[in-house]
């Protein structure tokens, strides 16, 4: 169902790949209430990926660029400007990549020319991003610069290695950037933390099928998923939020606020079964 929440706005969509990101569901689900977008990845990304297939669906011109290229951002601005007729309203930051993740080095054991390109595509994209926004007077008054980040930016979670220092490092600059951009031009910039989502990123994630069943017991409402999260994205992008600012909002089924939960708990205990004694005591030993 539409709302016209984004009508008459222009926005740019960073990271859809294919039918499974985030950002390819933003995009539709923005187009859909009612705003033009431009959609940007990197070169390789759009011959290998389906974003052909999205920009069609949309009528939504694809501009490549390399996200931790400031030349190449400044593009996408320009390109974007003139494409869809105005200044943007709103832009979404729906990168992250770790060669330590892929390559499967534990995080004590981190090659750190690769750590530096983790936290270079990752988060530092997102400050050259905002910044040659701003320099340009590219984002209208009141507009939103959303990024997606994850809870492991405060929480250690097993297998989420070096991805985790460059969420924090993302969620420090929405802070840092929401702080002036918000005092000279009242632009919002925000952070969504989603539930753990099966996206062609996230299926690198050791253990990722373990991390969502264990999230989705936790979670009171259950995993957010990618639908989810683009409906979200909406009402940041849209005016209902206009004095949201510098916030890292959760958006996981209340995963974030949990200790432990009867379902968690449940699954746990099954696990002891094996040690337990004649009399049903739990032997450790």
Same mark, same amino acid.
């Given at each position: 169902m539409s709302y016209n929440l984004l009508k008459g706005k222009r926005g740019i969509i960073f990271g859809a790949l294919n039918d499974? @990101? !985030?950002a390819w569901k933003v995009a539709e689900r923005a187009v859909e209430e009612g705003a033009v977008v431009t959609l940007s990845n990197t070169p390789v990304a759009v011959r290998m990926g389906q974003i052909d297939e999205l920009s069609h669906k949309l009528n939504a011109p694809v501009i490549a660029a390399d996200a931790t290229n400031v030349d190449d951002l400044a593009h996408v601005f320009d390109e974007s400007i003139k494409l869809l007729g105005g200044k943007i309203d709103f832009v979404l930051h729906s990168i992250g990549m770790s060669p330590n993740v892929r390559k499967k080095r534990p995080y004590d054991d981190l090659d750190y020319d690769m750590l530096s390109k983790t936290l270079d595509i990752s988060a530092v994209s997102?400050?050259?991003?905002?910044?040659t926004a701003k320099k340009m007077d590219a984002i209208?008054?009141?507009? @939103? !610069?959303v990024a997606l980040s994850y809870v492991a930016a405060q929480r250690t979670l097993f297998g989420y290695n070096d991805m985790a220092d460059a969420k924090a490092l993302l969620e420090s600059i929405a802070r840092s950037f929401g702080y002036i951009y918000g005092r000279e031009k009242n632009v919002r910039i925000n952070t969504i933390s989603q539930s753990p989502t099966m996206t062609t990123a996230g299926s690198g994630v050791k253990?990722?099928?373990?991390?969502?069943?264990?999230?989705?017991?936790?979670?009171?409402?259950?995993?957010a998923n990618a639908d989810d999260c683009a409906d979200y994205c909406i009402t940041l992008f849209s005016d209902l939020t206009r004095k949201v600012t510098m916030q890292n909002l959760y958006h996981d089924g209340g995963f974030s606020s949990m200790g432990m939960s009867l379902r968690a708990m449940d699954q746990y205990s099954k696990s002891f079964d094996e040690y337990r004694n004649e009399k049903g005591e739990i032997v450790y030993g």
């Open positions: 499974m @990101s !985030i997102f400050h050259k991003m905002i910044q209208n008054e009141y507009g @939103s !610069i253990g990722m099928e373990k991390l969502m069943d264990f999230a989705n017991r936790m979670s009171p409402l259950g995993n």
